[in-house]
């Protein structure tokens, strides 16, 4: 079968180097791509936005089945038109997307169904709000809602700090006039994956995941800086609980509203004293997490993926390798913030190894060179017995590639060491 893959990440060009295995696949396809997804597929400019175009060229290059990778186009209604077109594509519907899309969605989805989550408020008034902060007291989390790429959160360790945020969200700082102001959850943070098929849930593995930009989780906060499988916090009893407690009730209360879930569902827990509860959920996979969970994976993932869209995971089940898999993300100079482009990157096409993948994100090609092209820009993995192993392995090839527009943190893995 011919696939055609949505996304230009290093998520992407995880989930292109597990799909690439593949005994089912015949051509793969990717609408943008990256340099490094470009090794293992065709990589093809049509826009993904024109979802006109997508169906087009799905029908003229016989695409069998199409992946998405990104939030965007899920939002967007990407799978939505292609379905209606006839073209098996898996990620979730517009509709069930807003359980990424949307805070205010996912937490009255919470309320109504009793998945733990943090105690909240969705306002569009801002007197109201700040009403509610003096009301509750720091610490609190103030949300803007909608895709704002992690930004529009602020966890306020006081009254000024919170304050503040929602005044930030009212004057229109993340394009929305709408807040979500939630208790603050204290515990370890970990990341749940899960596949459903609208009726059945198959729980697929655990991460964590490192957001902010310094060593010992200073500054600002990021799409992640790297991240490790599986969370060693996340014990069997925490899956069984977290899976029964918070994932198979989305999903039931999804299919409820007549809008059935049917994609990877990404649930981001704290573990308090009272049990995991929900943070957020995210519509995909995970980046960089999915570097790490398709280093471990020994099923296949095609296979995997189109049951979900077929209603047959009732049938499927998944294996992992028990060893530990760990990337660091090297980013730009100034990431998160403004970064130049363009810088070069040597070294990246030696042997590192059988137990590491430098999986793609930022980068494209100039003439022979592969240079930077974003803020995160390539994710260093390595496999381990232990997590002190994966991590050793990771910096190990991080050390051999030369880049010295780049960095990198150099404490991934501590939790979990
Ligand atoms: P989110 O974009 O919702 O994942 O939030 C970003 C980060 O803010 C999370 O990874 C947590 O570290 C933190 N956070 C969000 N909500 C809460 C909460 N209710 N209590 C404590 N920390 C939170
Ligand atoms: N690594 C965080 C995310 O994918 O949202």
Same mark, same amino acid.
């Given at each position: 079968m011919n696939v055609l893959l949505i996304g230009s990440g290093g998520r992407e060009h995880a989930l292109a180097f597990a799909l690439a295995k593949s005994p089912l696949l015949v051509k793969l396809y990717a609408a943008p791509g990256n340099p490094g997804i470009g090794k293992l597929a065709e990589l093809i400019s049509v826009k993904v936005a024109d979802h006109e175009a997508v169906i087009s060229f799905c029908k003229s290059h016989d695409i069998g089945f199409v992946v998405v990778g990104p939030e965007a186009p899920l939002v967007a209604g990407l799978v939505d038109d292609l379905t209606a077109a006839g073209i098996k594509a898996f990620g979730p519907s517009k509709f069930a997307a807003q359980l990424e899309g949307s805070k205010g969605f996912t937490k009255d989805i919470c309320a109504k169904f009793g998945i733990p989550t943090a105690a909240y408020g969705r306002f569009t008034d801002e007197t109201k709000a700040q009403a509610y902060l003096k009301e509750r007291g720091a610490p609190i989390v103030i @949300? =803007?809602? $909608?895709?704002?790429?992690? @930004? $529009? &959160?602020? &966890? =306020?360790?006081?009254?000024?700090?919170?304050?503040?945020? &929602?005044?930030e969200i009212f004057a229109g700082r993340f394009g929305t006039g709408e807040c979500v102001i939630e208790e603050f959850m204290e515990g370890e943070e970990a990341s749940f994956f899960a596949l459903s098929d609208g009726v059945n849930v198959l729980a697929l593995a655990t991460a964590q995941d490192h957001k902010r930009v310094g060593d010992g989780d200073v500054g600002p906060n990021t799409g992640g800086m790297g991240a490790y499988s599986p969370a060693p916090c996340m014990t069997e009893a925490l899956c069984t609980e977290t899976l029964e407690k918070i994932m198979k009730p989305t999903v039931a209360a999804l299919a409820s509203m007549g809008h059935p879930y049917k994609g990877?569902?990404?649930?981001g827990l704290i573990l308090t004293q009272d049990g995991p509860k929900l943070i957020e959920y995210n519509a995909r996979f995970g980046d960089p997490e999915t570097q790490v969970?398709?280093?471990?994976? @020994? +099923? +296949?993932?095609?296979?995997?993926?189109? =049951?979900?869209? +077929? $209603?047959?995971l009732n049938k499927m089940s998944v294996r992992w390798r028990d060893e530990t898999?760990?990337?660091? &993300?090297?980013c730009a100079k100034g990431y998160p913030g403004d970064v130049v482009k363009g810088s070069h990157i040597n070294g990246l096409a030696q042997d590192f190894g059988k137990d590491v993948e430098v999986f793609h994100a930022g980068t494209a090609l100039d003439g022979e060179f592969i240079v930077a092209n974003g803020g995160r820009v390539l994710n260093v993995t390595g496999l $381990?017995?232990?997590?002190?192993d994966a991590q050793m392995k990771a910096y190990a090839a991080v050390d051999k590639i030369d880049w010295p527009e780049g960095f990198c943190r150099r404490d991934i893995g501590w939790r979990a060491i």
């Amino acid at each position: 079968m011919n696939v055609l893959l949505i996304g230009s990440g290093g998520r992407e060009h995880a989930l292109a180097f597990a799909l690439a295995k593949s005994p089912l696949l015949v051509k793969l396809y990717a609408a943008p791509g990256n340099p490094g997804i470009g090794k293992l597929a065709e990589l093809i400019s049509v826009k993904v936005a024109d979802h006109e175009a997508v169906i087009s060229f799905c029908k003229s290059h016989d695409i069998g089945f199409v992946v998405v990778g990104p939030e965007a186009p899920l939002v967007a209604g990407l799978v939505d038109d292609l379905t209606a077109a006839g073209i098996k594509a898996f990620g979730p519907s517009k509709f069930a997307a807003q359980l990424e899309g949307s805070k205010g969605f996912t937490k009255d989805i919470c309320a109504k169904f009793g998945i733990p989550t943090a105690a909240y408020g969705r306002f569009t008034d801002e007197t109201k709000a700040q009403a509610y902060l003096k009301e509750r007291g720091a610490p609190i989390v103030i @949300k =803007a809602d $909608g895709l704002a790429a992690g @930004k $529009g &959160v602020t &966890v =306020a360790m006081n009254m000024a700090e919170a304050a503040n945020a &929602v005044r930030e969200i009212f004057a229109g700082r993340f394009g929305t006039g709408e807040c979500v102001i939630e208790e603050f959850m204290e515990g370890e943070e970990a990341s749940f994956f899960a596949l459903s098929d609208g009726v059945n849930v198959l729980a697929l593995a655990t991460a964590q995941d490192h957001k902010r930009v310094g060593d010992g989780d200073v500054g600002p906060n990021t799409g992640g800086m790297g991240a490790y499988s599986p969370a060693p916090c996340m014990t069997e009893a925490l899956c069984t609980e977290t899976l029964e407690k918070i994932m198979k009730p989305t999903v039931a209360a999804l299919a409820s509203m007549g809008h059935p879930y049917k994609g990877v569902l990404y649930a981001g827990l704290i573990l308090t004293q009272d049990g995991p509860k929900l943070i957020e959920y995210n519509a995909r996979f995970g980046d960089p997490e999915t570097q790490v969970l398709m280093m471990r994976l @020994k +099923d +296949d993932l095609l296979t995997l993926l189109m =049951a979900s869209v +077929d $209603g047959t995971l009732n049938k499927m089940s998944v294996r992992w390798r028990d060893e530990t898999a760990l990337t660091v &993300v090297m980013c730009a100079k100034g990431y998160p913030g403004d970064v130049v482009k363009g810088s070069h990157i040597n070294g990246l096409a030696q042997d590192f190894g059988k137990d590491v993948e430098v999986f793609h994100a930022g980068t494209a090609l100039d003439g022979e060179f592969i240079v930077a092209n974003g803020g995160r820009v390539l994710n260093v993995t390595g496999l $381990g017995n232990t997590p002190r192993d994966a991590q050793m392995k990771a910096y190990a090839a991080v050390d051999k590639i030369d880049w010295p527009e780049g960095f990198c943190r150099r404490d991934i893995g501590w939790r979990a060491i």
